[in-house]
């Protein structure tokens, strides 16, 4: 069965830093895209950083270019995201996403959150 396993949120004071990870079993990792979204209740799901299968290409959202860093290693199944100069903002449930085309079938997997809380 396919599992993502997300780890490495917590409380953290405004301007501190946290590493996120999320490990991956049961696919073929170095095949999927890898994608860190955010949630806050009452509020949809928000995109918050992209790397390619082979980590060379990422993407981010504005709101957090420049103090997030989304990378991957493939040996070890995991990708992670960095998150720097925290603000209260950030707060909100992370959650790990795979996706990927096997044989032109879309193929798209989620983990199930660790919560990222920015509070003095």
């Known amino acids: 069965q396919v599992q993502l396993v997300e780890s490495g949120g917590g409380l953290v004071q405004p301007g501190g830093s946290l590493r996120l990870s999320c490990a991956a079993s049961?696919?073929?990792?170095?095949?999927?895209?890898m994608s860190w979204y955010r949630q806050v209740p009452g509020k949809e799901r928000e995109l918050v950083a992209t790397i390619s299968t082979t980590g060379t290409s990422t993407n981010y959202a504005d709101s957090v270019k420049g103090r997030f860093t989304i990378s991957r290693d493939n040996a070890k199944n995991t990708v992670y995201l960095q998150m720097n100069s925290l603000k209260p903002e950030d707060t909100a449930k992370y959650y790990c996403n795979a996706k990927g085309v096997i044989l032109g079938k879309l193929y798209a997997h989620w983990g199930q959150g660790t919560q990222v809380t920015v509070s003095s």
């Open positions: 049961e696919f073929i990792f170095r095949n999927y895209a």
